[in-house]
């Protein structure tokens, strides 16, 4: 009989198994990456297209065509491609990425022949019918004049404007003109040749995998069909930081002031960037953070406020998020800074440290939990050009990490002279 009184024994987690992924190639040479662990007998088949906001010419292109993929095809209407989703128990999840899209099915595997075809459709013949995108794009323009007008929309894109320079695809603001471009659906077909084909495409297939599935897939998308033999033009894009980079936006009737800190770091093959990622958690990265250990339950100006490590190629920025009483942000961001200074100035404790420690790879543990979960992580390292052994790596610096090295990366990078500042409020 279980004895409620007594605690669960604790045990350290020494190390994580990963599920390494098997990789081979359709006829077309594009990667197909298997991960085969599932005890239910589902399916998972996320393609990735080289197609996110960093390769779009003109705002909005590269979410919208992604979005509406599924609103008509040569030969399926949008109700009728629903209607057979449904009926086989299937789901499309879409998304855009910064440099990347995905189109993920789910399905049961026993549909997956009848699913297959209806998928293929969705990805290599949508065929933009002017009345759903005119439909879409007005649900869309409507959804963005509401949130425009919100402190937090507002202080994160004044951030990005700031931080990549308003030309950047990162940095450039969305414009209400922008729904109303005469050209709108050329651009979506335009981008979808472009971007949506074999040699911008990688394969992950997650799940309970039949022996079929490759056969299929071949069948399916490993004809030259999908091949469209078109040099992508490399798009010139430079970082352009403003000077000034403190910025207040009034905002008359809110009762809440957005704070948006932050400030360029570096890549994730840097020597210093996983000391940063423990570091970056002790500072405002969990709930248990110092900021939120001060700003919330100490000084009670804020309900969250957290930091965030965000991971681009070749860079990454730190980012600090919250929203607090409009006339607490200057109280806030103080306080942030002196946050930064005990880091600087005082070492972790050893107590501290352990449970950073604990938390980080209990959290590690979870995202690994299963074949989709798996399949998650792997992608992310994948659009990195990263391996395992990252993670390995990572685990190791996590048991090894000292309080001393802490406090030295605390002293060369959290120092608040060079950190932009955004107020909306």
């Known amino acids: 009989m279980l004895n409620r009184k007594k605690a669960p024994i604790f045990k350290k987690i020494e190390r994580i198994n990963f599920l390494n992924p098997q990789k081979i190639l359709l006829k077309n040479k594009i990667p197909l990456y298997f991960i085969d662990a599932n005890s239910e007998d589902l399916i998972c088949i996320d393609f990735i ?23 008509g095809t040569k030969n399926f209407s949008s109700s009728e491609i629903s209607k057979k989703m449904d009926f086989f128990g ?31 459709e969705i990805i ?63 651009e979506l077909k335009e981008f979808h040749k472009k971007f949506y084909n074999a040699e911008n495409c990688k394969i992950i297939v997650s799940g ?6 490759f056969d299929l897939l071949n069948k399916h998308f490993g004809g030259l069909d999908f091949v469209k033999n078109i040099k992508n033009s490399k798009i010139e894009t430079i970082i352009n930081t403003e000077k000034e980079k403190n910025h207040f936006i009034l905002k008359e009737n809110s009762l809440q002031s957005s704070l948006r800190l932050g400030k360029f770091l570096f890549n994730k093959s840097h020597k210093d960037f996983q000391g940063m990622e423990i570091l970056n958690k002790v500072f405002g990265s969990y709930f248990g953070s110092r900021l939120m250990s001060n700003i919330r339950e100490d000084k009670a100006y804020t309900y969250g406020i957290y930091s965030y490590l965000a991971v681009l190629k070749g ?71 990263l391996d395992y052994s990252y993670f390995e790596n990572f685990i190791k610096k996590l048991q090894t990490i000292r309080p001393k090295e802490l406090n030295i990366l605390a002293n060369k990078y959290l120092l608040e002279d060079n950190f932009i500042e955004i107020v909306v409020g």
């Open 49 to 71: 297209f080289e197609g996110g906001i960093f390769h779009q010419k003109k705002s909005l292109v590269a979410s919208f065509t992604n979005l509406l993929v599924y609103e």
């Open 208 to 213: 309970k995998i039949k022996k079929n599935l």
């Open 315 to 385: 860079t990454s920025y730190l980012l600090i998020s919250s929203e607090v009483g409009k006339d607490l942000a200057k109280k806030s961001i103080n306080e942030v800074y002196f946050e930064m200074k005990k880091l600087r100035n005082e070492l972790i404790s050893e107590e501290e440290l352990e449970l950073v420690r604990n938390y980080y790879l209990g959290e590690m543990l979870r995202s690994f939990d299963g074949a989709f979960a798996n399949a998650s992580v792997f992608k992310n390292l994948l659009e990195y050009n």
């Open 124 to 186: 290599k013949y949508p065929s933009f019918p002017e009345k759903e995108v005119k439909n879409f794009i007005e649900r869309a323009k409507q959804s963005f004049n509401i949130s425009k007008e919100k402190i937090e929309t507002i202080a994160d894109i004044k951030f990005k404007e700031v931080l990549f320079g308003k030309k950047h695809p990162f940095g450039k603001k969305v414009e209400i003109s922008d729904f109303s471009r005469v050209n709108f659906i050329q």
């Open 90 to 120: 299937s789901y499309l999840k879409k998304s855009v990425g910064k440099y990347s899209s995905s189109l993920v099915l789910y399905s049961l595997n026993k549909h997956i022949e009848k699913i297959l075809p209806i998928f293929e």
